[in-house]
């Protein structure tokens, strides 16, 4: 009991040390809790949106499209690749028995030349199943509504592509495109919404929103095919697994890499998700510099502890205590300290993040770039105890061998001072 109330007594008489230090603690405890949610939200955010607007969780292609990244190709789809008809049955059969939990869709990209009354530009479009409300998540409306099941002649577009053509909703623009087979078709659409991808814009993606149907006929294709076919799984951890699993299943129908390419979203989100890692790693170097700083002062104040103590350690090693045991005083003393300011520190950061997953940070350049105009946290409880865990093993292993130099000194060397 006395070797337990020692640390406390220690920790308390030198209060100023000890505040100083679980200070640093206690900052390093609040940054940790706040950027890993931070980094943990942008990347979950940054997921979703790709996910949402462009790519699904798992992707079937043609074995003949060039695309490797979406995000970095996503300037020319007048080129894509088709499935038939009958390989997209194929397809949807395959996943519906693998999975009948798994959501899939037909899909076309394409480009088509589109224009108003006031101007004209070339930019590309999705074709999808109205039913099909993903893109809803990561497109926000600004003006008007989304497509309809039951409205053929309608298109969304982006704000980028509204402002270069100049039109609002309930305008009419006519499209214009090359078929894959050469011939040039014209259609008009309706524009009935208007509105942007978070956190996609910053990276220049723009592409309008149209029916399957209407898509099929810009881009001169027969009922039920497809340049895609997409899906969205329910557990989004098993991407890599369940898309392994998809593939075997489609080589077991002829469906193979020679004919079928299969891809997930972290193959066509890529380049996006490159620079996200990029901003993460800035991060957590700037943690490991602050964490250093603290390693730093703990080893000097251990150092300063053990020359203070000199004789108490002298007169202890003399009537026996083991070098072992008066570690064992020391790291109890700083690990007291450390838990203690730790566990306020993850508390307040933990507050923090709460609060601001139910009110929105909002965001200005250069920082909506990864952040998007309202920013939430997702708040993690596991963090926290990751967190708390993180410190607690760092502070142990920066105190250890401070604390053991400074136990390891002989009585003779305390007597010979007196």
């Not at 224009?115 to 409300?133: L, Q, R, T």
């Not at 997702?378 to 400074?406: E, H, R």
Request: some cysteine; overall charge positive; charged content about 20%.
């Amino acid at each position: 009991m006395r070797l337990f109330l020692l640390p406390l007594k220690n920790a308390y008489i030198g209060w100023r040390r000890s505040l100083t230090l679980g200070t640093f603690i206690f900052i390093v405890s609040i940054l940790l809790v706040i950027f890993n949610m931070f980094i943990m939200t942008v990347k979950s955010n940054m997921q979703n949106a790709i996910i949402n607007s462009l790519t699904g969780d798992i992707q079937l292609r043609s074995a003949g499209t060039e695309e490797k990244d979406m995000f970095s190709t996503s300037g020319n789809w007048g080129k894509a690749s088709i499935l038939d008809n009958e390989q997209v049955n194929t397809i949807k059969n395959t996943v519906n028995r693998f999975d009948k939990r798994i959501v899939i869709y037909d899909r076309i990209r394409y480009n088509a030349f589109f224009e108003s009354d006031k101007a004209k530009d070339a930019f590309m479009f999705i074709g999808m199943d109205p039913k099909n409300d993903q893109y809803k998540k990561a497109f926000k409306l600004e003006e008007g509504r989304y497509l309809e099941p039951g409205n053929l002649n309608e298109i969304v577009l982006s704000k980028t592509q509204a402002k270069s053509l100049d039109v609002k909703p309930g305008d009419n623009i006519k499209a214009y495109s090359k078929t894959i087979n050469g011939d040039m078709v014209s259609k008009t659409l309706k524009v009935v919404g208007i509105g942007d991808f978070e956190l996609l814009s910053s990276f220049s993606f723009s592409v309008a929103y149209v029916h399957v149907e209407s898509a099929r006929e810009l881009a001169g294709l027969r009922s039920g095919e497809a340049t895609d076919v997409i899906t969205y799984i329910p557990d989004k951890g098993k991407t890599d697994e369940i898309a392994g699993e998809i593939a075997s299943s489609l080589d077991k129908v002829k469906l193979d890499k020679s004919k079928v390419k299969l891809t997930t979203w972290k193959d066509m989100g890529g380049f996006v998700m490159g620079l996200i890692t990029l901003i993460t790693m800035m991060f957590y170097c700037f943690i490991i510099i602050l964490m250093i700083i603290v390693a730093i002062l703990i080893i000097n104040l251990i150092f300063m502890i053990g020359m203070e103590r000199r004789q108490e350690m002298g007169t202890l090693r003399a009537i026996g205590f083991g070098v072992f045991r008066i570690v064992t005083i020391f790291m109890s003393e700083i690990i007291f300290i450390a838990l203690s300011f730790s566990i306020l520190g993850v508390l307040a950061g933990a507050g923090i993040t709460l609060y601001f997953s139910q009110n929105p940070i909002l965001a200005s350049p250069p920082w909506d770039f990864a952040m998007g105009k309202r920013f939430f946290f997702n708040f993690d409880y596991w963090q926290i105890i990751y967190v708390l865990g993180i410190v607690m093993v760092f502070t142990f292993i920066a105190s250890y061998y401070p604390s053991y130099k400074a136990a390891s000194l002989k009585p003779v060397d305390t007597l010979k001072e007196e």
